[in-house]
């Protein structure tokens, strides 16, 4: 799964160079900000998230963005039998793709919501090493021209078989449209 | 066009209402002081989940166990010179009251270990240490405890030779996957 996203996201890249080229408008933002798990009593630290995109809009509503992204889950401080213990969170890595309803690649002040899929490696000291698909959604406000800043609201849930791992998170991303369309 | 927008919107939304109703749910199992003099002279821990508040909550929506802890400060009483305290701890799926070391390495199933303490030393167990320290059946081991009747004993027990330890607040620590 995880070499299909690669290849898929190297394919949209590749795009620009095909004869629709004139239609297509592309572009990359590398992003950070906070991110919360949800429900976890085993791993409630908040912690950080940071990665870049590629989005790519194809001259009509919805545009593709392949990204790829890495989350350091925080600390959990707890204590037990009046004894305090540390707790490493969880760090994940993800190779994704979001669909996006509108054209992050374009100039002015812009809202899109998105859905994605991807898939998640999550690692804890102690814990169990997991590979899993998971599925993100969100909203997203952008403004700029070729240089965007976008600020996003993104909901994570990991699916783990049994029940699933669940985050939010907001982050910053500062965007360079390579191709623009309009 | 608009069919698939309103897709874009409610599928994310349904997806969400369906997996916010799963979480994980720690619970935490107080064994007290644990006082063990040699390998003659072990102490049968009995467990019983059941009198464990969130447990009784969420045992009828249990669906796995992601992470275990055996938590406490550690003492070997041995002086320095003596011998190294390697600390096991062993499970039997039933009420038992074995008191020797012979009776548990043959009846009952290794759970945990080894955790090393220096003699005189005191020590208090790490978490992350803790949770890698466990065998690779220990989790689906419990977690079939924890679907049954939650009653199981645990036992302590040093690797070889003579040994003497007391283990403080003594706590195991169960993570459990549950609708919350």
């Known amino acids: 799964m995880r070499k299909a996203i690669i290849l898929a996201a190297l394919a949209l890249l590749a795009v620009p160079g095909t004869a629709s080229s004139a239609d297509t408008a592309w572009g990359i933002a590398a992003f950070g900000g906070p991110s919360f798990p949800i429900g976890q009593d085993d791993n ?15 001259g009509f509503f919805l545009s593709v963005e392949p990204h790829f992204d890495w989350t350091n889950g925080g600390e959990t401080e707890e204590t037990f039998n009046d004894l305090p213990y540390t707790r490493d969170g969880i760090d994940v890595k993800q190779a994704g793709m979001n669909f996006i309803l509108g054209n992050p690649t374009g100039s002015g002040f812009r809202i899109y919501p998105y859905v994605g899929i991807g898939h998640y490696s999550l690692k804890g000291e102690g814990r169990e090493d997991l590979q899993k698909i998971g599925y993100n959604g969100g909203l997203g406000i952008g403004f700029g021209s070729k240089l965007k800043l976008d600020v996003r609201g993104d909901y994570t849930m990991i699916d783990i078989g049994l029940s699933s791992r669940k985050a939010i998170s907001a982050t910053a991303g500062l965007g360079l449209t390579i191709n623009p369309n309009d | 066009m608009r069919t698939l927008k309103t897709l874009a919107l409610v599928l994310p939304l349904t997806l969400c209402g369906c997996l916010l109703s799963t979480g994980q749910t720690t619970i935490d199992y107080d064994l007290g002081t644990i006082d063990v003099t040699g390998g003659d002279n072990l102490v049968a821990e009995q467990v ?30 041995l002086s320095a010179g003596s011998g190294t305290l390697n600390v096991e701890a062993w499970i039997t799926q039933d009420t038992t ?50 679907k049954g009747d939650g009653v199981f004993t645990i036992y302590l027990l040093g690797t070889s030779g003579l040994y003497d330890f007391t283990i403080e607040n003594t706590t195991l620590v169960l993570t459990m996957e549950a609708e919350s």
Request: proline residues 5%.
């Open chain 2, 97 to 146: 009251n074995y008191t020797t070391e012979a009776q548990v390495r043959a009846n009952a199933i290794k759970l945990w270990g080894p955790l090393v303490v220096a003699p005189g030393a005191t020590v208090q167990i790490d978490w992350n240490e803790s949770a890698e320290l466990f065998t690779p059946w220990a989790r689906p081991l419990l977690l079939s405890e924890m």
């Open chain 1, 44 to 58: 409630n630290g908040s912690g950080v998230t940071y990665g870049v995109r590629f989005p790519a809009h194809f």
């Open chain 2, 48 to 77: 019983d989940l059941s009198t464990n508040a969130d447990y009784e909550e969420h045992k009828d929506d249990l669906e796995g166990v992601t992470d275990l802890a055996l938590l406490g400060q550690v003492t070997n009483n």
